[in-house]
DNA sequence: ATACGAGTTTACAGCGCTGTATCTTGAGGC
DNA sequence: GCCTCAAGATACAGCGCTGTAAACTCGTAT
């Protein structure tokens, strides 16, 4: 069973193939009753036009690759929703590319692998250089996310990073936390995002006229929530005082919060927990995750917006846009009201 | 600046645009000479083939749709990754389209709005019918994933869903719990998944001799893990005696477990937890989440299989298959092993 | 009666690529 | 020395659609 085209539907309504077409895209001088005739003959032999065809000539595909480390990574998912149903909104669609972070398939997003196949590229890049995407991005349009790497010649998203991780340290010293920990620094660490949100956290503290404890970073062996429960609990077995702890990401969170649970600790009460990214891991762990939470809604249709300004023909230099982020607070933390009520003066200090 | 076309590397090597064609695809008949004139030109100028071309004349696109119901949905994010890699191993590209379980976007799955986009269709209905896929399916080659809707003329995957409920059931009977609650129905459910996972609940009840108390079967108000857990609450209040909860996916688990926990029953020691697909999200319940889980990645590459067989040019009627399932033990479940050791001639029964 | 132009409709080229049929070439057989 | 044949290379049509420009229609102005 051929397909039908364009030619049958002409053939069966007597009229040329550019008529069907006219028809097909509601082009307004059509007379009415050609038009219903058209309409008729579409109906009658299940017409549907062949995008492929369709997009040969007019270079446009109507489709945006979402590049991303892991698809399954709640972070990713759930801003792969905001940005596909932003995406429909706009009439694109998404094909998903999965990088898992590793560098050669980070290469393949930029060399033009998709040429022709989409109309640009929406990029999480965690091990490539601003150097290499630079020099392999060709003029496929091109929006970058996240905190790795961002050369002046690219468009950008992100929240900021530094501020909300201050943030984060200040909404903990508002509770009277004063032996806030930050967890983690991965060793081998090729991405940004921890740097920054370090950063923040120490800012943070300087700001409040604390002096940074290093005994407070704790590393981390891998990006596991394992490797970070480990790195709480050996810590807490060290014997280091801690009354909070902020959380490179919910995951690390996670681990922080067995860790706790399994040396006795309460949470929030002995530690307050603070994740990062609003997952909905933080739904389900116990207590539930308090999380600094990125505007992934606004991350998309920022990106999106970017995005289709350049597929529409914008050849300015690299925009670098600050999308706004919040704290999503749940249990992990103690609720602020609790905490202005019996304002506490002394650092809780863990038992073990 | 234009893009490399094929006539163009063929100017510069001073060939037809066949032979360039024939290098860019390894035509073993080619002149070891000029394959390397060939491709100096193309590397000289940077050529990519236009995709969209290629496919046009081929009729091939090299994607396939993936129709799920939520993208972010750890189910379902889970199962894309599979499929994803999956496909890229047989070099598909795979396009994600998000139906939210509604009747209209199912319903534009099927109609061929991806036509010539798309060589062919994996689809996990929820809402649709069998017999309006049977009736909207046109000709792009589909394969139907889930307990859904499964017309006689599509290829379906699925894992046996029955079986499963009544193995998770005698799992829990071998560690002396006898009070096994289902968790659970839910009001207007559209979707058949819960009608076959409870009904291997009764019958895995009845294998083992007992009778199901249609007291222990919970209903639950809507698909969140606030439902679930307020279902739980409410029959723990009611003084309904359990001591193991069969729940339909691992977000009413997750409920279960926060309702055991706020009425202060033990799990595992009180009530044994079960859920279901094995997803992340009981890698982050406290305790973790023993639950039913479908080989993702076998689903993934049967329904590949099946799909680019048909796409391939197999006619058949609709093939269904089967694949396996399994049971990931974590810490909601009481350890066999501990079971077997001190086995239990009394139910428990919760304290609330 | 003729010209004009707004409104309709059409012919045709061509997007960039590949399949088919065809042509060229040179080695080997007689 | 001529013919055969396979390997190597090419010409050309055409995948299904849309943009452009030209053609046609018909009511109104001249």
Redesign the pocket.
């Known amino acids: 069973m051929?397909?039908v085209?364009?030619?049958d539907v002409a053939e069966v309504a007597?009229?040329?193939?550019?008529?069907v077409?006219?028809v097909?895209?509601d082009y307004?001088?059509?007379?009415p009753?050609?038009?219903r005739r058209v309409q008729a003959a579409i109906d009658k032999l299940g017409?549907?036009?062949?995008l492929t065809?369709?997009r040969?000539?007019?270079?446009r595909t109507g489709m945006i690759a979402l590049a991303i480390p892991e698809i399954d990574h709640p972070y990713f998912s759930e801003l792969s929703r905001q940005i596909a149903e932003e995406a429909a909104r706009r009439n694109y669609r998404v094909i998903i590319e999965q990088t898992l972070g590793k560098l050669d398939a980070e290469h393949a997003v930029l060399e033009d692998r998709e040429a022709?196949l989409v109309d640009g590229i929406i990029f999480h890049p965690v091990s490539i250089g601003a150097l290499s995407i630079a020099k392999l991005h060709h003029d496929t349009p091109l929006v970058l996310l996240g905190e790795g790497a961002m050369p002046a010649t690219s468009d950008h998203v992100m929240i900021d990073n530094v501020a909300a991780a201050a943030e984060a340290v200040h909404f903990l010293l508002r509770q009277g936390r004063r032996r806030i920990a930050f967890l983690g620094v991965v060793e081998d660490d090729v991405t940004f995002s921890t740097d920054k949100r370090l950063l923040g956290y120490q800012q943070g503290l300087i700001e409040a006229g604390l002096d940074p404890d290093p005994g407070l970073v704790l590393s981390v062996k891998d990006f596991s929530s394992e490797a970070s429960g480990e790195a709480v609990r050996a810590a807490l077995e060290r014997g280091v005082s801690i009354d909070g702890i902020v959380c490179r990401d919910d995951k690390f969170a996670a681990g922080a919060l067995r860790a706790c649970a399994a040396a006795g600790i309460s949470v929030p009460d002995g530690i307050a927990v603070l994740g990062w990214d609003d997952t909905a891991i933080g739904k389900y762990t116990t207590p539930s995750l308090t999380s600094v939470a990125p505007d992934k809604s606004a991350l998309a249709s920022t990106a999106l917006e970017l995005l289709t300004e350049r597929i529409d023909g914008f050849r300015g230099v690299g925009r670098h846009r600050i999308v706004p982020h919040g704290l999503t607070i749940r249990g992990s933390t103690p609720s602020v009201s609790a905490e202005l009520a019996v304002p506490r003066g002394e650092p809780a200090v863990p038992s073990a």
Chains 1, 2 share one sequence.
């Open positions: 051929k397909r085209r364009l030619v007597g009229v040329s193939t550019k008529t077409s006219n097909v895209h307004p001088h059509v007379a009753e050609l038009r017409y549907r036009p062949n065809a369709r040969l000539v007019t270079g022709g």
